[in-house]
């Protein structure tokens, strides 16, 4: 299991860590206007995702706006940024910073995607910052959890992960 701190200190995260190569694990989160969102609505499509523990914070948001930028450049691919924030939050948060190319989802109700990625903190009912790339046909090409919650994960390889994916 990945190993992080929030901040420097440790926490406990539930499920199961995925990995490159492993099939993508099958979610069920909530969107903007609380219809249900799974893996399989995307299939056929490579899947950037962007885990963040809340949109309102400022590493959060930076990441939501440096996914959000880069997704404006990459084709066949849909990015999607998960949190346990409400959609009502996620919704407001989106329309304030102009985000247009990222769906923002919630994993508020179930932690159906924290628990089936590995990135639930337990302590927190947050989750830990993490990335993962899927390709087309629902294998982890590429998977990031970044060791300290409060830390940046690294844009370029998981951009050039979802460039290389098909």
Same mark, same amino acid.
């Given at each position: 299991?990945? #190993?992080? =701190?929030?901040?420097?200190?440790?926490?406990?995260?539930?499920?199961?860590?995925?990995?490159? *190569?492993?099939?993508?694990?099958?979610?069920?989160?909530?969107?903007?206007?609380?219809?249900?969102?799974?893996?399989?609505?995307? +299939?056929?499509?490579?899947?950037?995702? #962007?885990?963040?523990? &809340?949109?309102? =914070?400022?590493? @959060?948001? !930076?990441?939501?706006?440096?996914?959000?930028?880069?997704?404006?450049?990459?084709?066949?691919?849909?990015?999607?940024?998960? &949190?346990? /924030?409400?959609?009502?939050?996620? +919704?407001?948060? @989106?329309?304030?910073?102009?985000?247009?190319?990222?769906?923002?989802? &919630?994993?508020?109700?179930?932690?159906?995607? *924290?628990?089936?990625? *590995?990135? !639930?903190? +337990?302590?927190?009912?947050?989750?830990?910052? !993490?990335?993962?790339?899927?390709? &087309?046909?629902?294998?982890?090409?590429?998977?990031?959890?970044?060791?300290?919650?409060? /830390?940046?994960?690294?844009?370029? !390889?998981?951009?050039?992960?979802?460039?290389?994916?098909?």
């Amino acid at each position: 299991m990945a #190993s992080i =701190t929030f901040k420097g200190n440790p926490v406990t995260l539930l499920g199961n860590e995925v990995k490159a *190569g492993d099939q993508a694990p099958e979610f069920k989160v909530l969107a903007n206007d609380l219809s249900e969102v799974t893996l399989a609505d995307s +299939k056929g499509q490579v899947r950037l995702i #962007s885990v963040v523990p &809340s949109i309102d =914070t400022g590493v @959060c948001d !930076a990441q939501t706006r440096r996914f959000n930028e880069e997704a404006s450049k990459l084709d066949n691919v849909k990015v999607l940024t998960v &949190s346990v /924030d409400l959609p009502f939050a996620q +919704k407001r948060w @989106c329309a304030a910073a102009g985000i247009e190319n990222v769906q923002t989802v &919630s994993d508020h109700r179930d932690l159906s995607f *924290g628990e089936a990625y *590995g990135v !639930a903190i +337990k302590e927190l009912r947050l989750l830990a910052r !993490a990335v993962f790339v899927v390709d &087309s046909n629902d294998k982890v090409v590429y998977a990031q959890y970044v060791s300290e919650a409060t /830390d940046h994960p690294d844009y370029e !390889a998981a951009v050039e992960a979802a460039r290389q994916a098909e």
